[in-house]
């Protein structure tokens, strides 16, 4: 068990829309910073560190079946690590599928 508290202010995303179209994909990716405490648990080995830094990409899939809402399913390559700032710094590595609802 652990925590792990992240921000990612930089976000880039792309959405490949059609004029009326019902499903729109996109891709995404970022980067940003988080706080953990695992390099005082389990994750000794991989990282030495609280501070860690963020970086994520992935895509996903929107399905716009009403006006006032949409589904969306998207799949992300999470990674963390401290960028060499001290070792060990293997970093930690996730892959990541997620399903939501946006109201609108």
């Known amino acids: 068990t652990g925590y792990v508290i992240g921000f990612s ?3 880039v995303e792309y959405k490949f829309v ?16 988080a706080y953990t405490d695992w390099n005082e648990k389990s ?6 560190t609280n501070f860690e830094f963020l970086l994520h990409a992935g895509a996903g899939v929107e399905f716009y079946k009403t006006k006032h809402g949409a589904l969306s399913l998207n799949y992300r390559y999470f990674h963390i690590s401290n960028a060499g700032i001290k070792f060990p710094n293997i970093g930690i590595n996730a892959n990541v599928v997620a399903l939501g609802y946006s109201f609108f």
């Open 9 to 11: 202010p930089l976000m």
């Open 18 to 33: 059609q004029p009326n179209a019902q499903i729109i994909p996109y891709v995404f990716t970022g980067a940003g910073f």
């Open 43 to 48: 994750f000794q080995r991989e990282i030495a």
